[in-house]
């Protein structure tokens, strides 16, 4: 799985469709590729709210095992 993803749109629009009531993200400029461990813009329930944060994108790695390979 890649997880690479791109955003085609403005902030007005993501911040229209989600309904966020909160912005973190200041100026965001065309992300025509978001690769993992790369800052993304991410929607998140805030109590009663959505708010839109830059947050690393992408799934955390599995954690390391303990025994030798």
Request: hydrophobic share 40%; with cysteine; proline share 17%.
């Amino acid at each position: 799985m890649c997880n690479l993803y791109s955003i085609t749109t403005n902030q007005a629009a993501i911040i229209a469709l989600f309904r966020v009531v909160n912005r973190y993200v200041g100026n965001l400029p065309p992300m025509p590729s978001v690769f993992p461990d790369y800052p993304a813009p991410v929607v998140r329930n805030a109590g009663a709210e959505r708010e839109l944060v830059m947050m690393r994108w992408g799934m955390p790695p599995p954690p390391k095992s303990p025994w030798p390979q």
